[in-house]
């Protein structure tokens, strides 16, 4: 009967099950919209920046090692970058100007700070600078020139640096060479205190000639198994440059003690760095490029010293405080902050998203009832002498509630299998188009969204259920 009754009024019917079809593509498209939201935006979000930073606590120091610590707090997953950084003043001495420099980690920075817009390249080699806006401009430095940059802290011993030959030393000398440009020494001492180890950037001598110093084993070799004070031959054709290296070797230190030293490099610039902020004016090198020119170490060996520690991590405010909490509770050395106009904006963004997902999700869901409840209240009154006559003939009012129940539930549990489909394409077509990324499927929509939309056909055909028991036989059959 239930089938007979459909098929007699296709058309209403249709109607009927394109109003359940649409609400139900809603309901799925929404929903499944607003369940991949926070994903979707945190992925936009992570777009503007750090949503915390880790400092050091009191007196404490913030080393590689602490921060690798820190960062087992929280699910590999969720981290989407990490970014140390060091910053220390560095000199010019071909200008006679300092600048700020920052020592980082580049394939963190991509992650934690995509909005840093780059002309060139990042830094991927030994030796190689990012330069701010504001440097490039104030010093006309270009994408492939050559800067010179030097360290220098306050002395730390009575400057004759032998007490820095200690066994398994790691020492840095510098000296000027030809043309009084700067070549710098890289030394490792063996268990005799003796050379095992030498390494010469002369990159800034003349390139025929004087950088060879920096190159040619034979002559570097006469430096190994030699103690203070060194001498070696010349390099032919390159006597001042080799002098520099013997200078430079004689007056090598410790990291601890080399500020009593002005260390100098020769770094080449890759990228310029713009960003509109006071990045502008920062010169970005690698860690372990900072660590070398400055000899700085953390005094545990847990790697280079850092100020402070940029993360980017997937999670609302909440589960950002708790991270926050159990990181400083794991790690006391640690103060891990909120950067609070990230993830506050964020977690409003995405309430106020959400909010109105639902809102429209209701406004539909309420508007396919009354398409449904209108489109049965007509079937009703098409059929009054039809339940008027079984009224007559014996029909329960139960028989005639269960037929038109029937064909609502039928209707809305069809309606909802269509709506899965559609809505399901509907939401990859918002989410591709919108955020740039597909999303998954969710099998728990499927039974929810059927059993909704069953249910929304239920309500909408209580009203007309309620005309159709209430027909009086009498009234409909009059005059038949």
Not at 161 to 190: C, K, R, Y
Not at 386 to 410: P, Y
Not at 464 to 474: E, F, G, L, N, S
Request: hydrophobic content about 45%; proline content about 3%.
């Amino acid at each position: 009967m239930i089938t007979a009754s459909l098929l007699r009024r296709r058309s209403r019917m249709l109607i009927a099950l394109l109003s359940i079809g649409i609400g139900a593509t809603i309901l799925s498209g929404l929903v499944t919209i607003a369940y991949d939201v926070p994903r979707q935006m945190g992925a936009q979000f992570r777009s503007y920046g750090a949503n915390m930073i880790l400092l050091p606590a009191g007196d404490t120091v913030l080393t590689e090692g602490t921060l690798e610590k820190a960062l087992e707090v929280i699910p590999e997953e969720n981290i989407a970058g990490a970014s140390p950084y060091r910053y220390v003043r560095l000199d010019m001495p071909s200008r006679q100007q300092s600048f700020t420099a920052a020592g980082t980690d580049f394939s963190q920075v991509v992650k934690t700070s995509p909005y840093f817009s780059v002309e060139g390249d990042y830094p991927s080699n030994p030796r190689e600078i990012l330069i701010g806006k504001e440097i490039a401009d104030t010093i006309g430095a270009k994408i492939g020139s050559s800067i010179q940059l030097s360290y220098k802290g306050s002395a730390s011993d009575d400057g004759n640096g032998a007490a820095d030959w200690t066994a398994g030393a790691h020492l840095m000398g510098s000296a000027e060479g030809f043309n009084e440009a700067v070549l710098t020494v890289e030394l490792t001492l063996d268990e005799d205190a003796r050379i095992a180890s030498i390494d010469v950037d002369a990159s800034s001598q003349t390139e025929e000639i004087g950088a060879l110093v920096g190159t040619d084993r034979e002559y570097l070799d006469q430096f190994i198994g030699q103690t203070l004070p060194v001498s070696a031959d010349a390099l032919s054709g390159a006597t001042i440059s080799s002098q520099a290296v013997v200078n430079a070797v004689n007056s090598a230190r410790s990291g601890e003690n080399a500020q009593a030293l002005e260390l100098t490099g020769i770094y080449n610039v890759t990228g310029i760095l713009s960003t509109g902020g006071e990045e502008e004016a920062y010169i970005f090198m690698s860690l372990t490029d900072l660590s070398k020119l400055t000899g700085e170490e953390a005094p545990d060996g847990s790697g280079s010293v850092l100020d402070v520690a940029e993360l980017s991590v997937f999670a609302d405010v909440n589960e950002l405080e708790a991270y926050s909490e159990d990181i400083k509770r794991e790690n006391p050395e640690i103060n891990p902050r909120l950067v609070k106009r990230v993830a506050h904006s964020e977690a409003s963004v995405l309430g106020k998203l959400q909010a109105l997902v639902i809102l429209v999700t209701v406004v539909v869901l309420l508007l396919t009832m009354i398409c449904v409840s209108t489109t049965m209240m007509a079937v009703v009154s098409e059929r009054r002498r039809e339940i008027g006559l079984r009224k007559a003939l014996g029909a329960s009012d139960r028989s005639i509630r269960t037929e038109f129940l029937g064909e609502g539930l039928f209707l809305g549990g069809l309606g909802g299998l269509m709506g899965v489909a559609l809505g399901f394409g509907f939401a990859q077509f918002v989410s591709v188009h919108v955020f740039g990324s597909a999303i998954r499927f969710q099998p728990l929509l499927l039974p929810v969204t059927v059993v909704v939309s069953m249910l929304i056909a239920a309500v909408s055909c209580q009203l007309p259920i309620k005309r159709a028991v209430a027909i009086d036989p009498a009234i409909v059959l009059k005059g038949e």
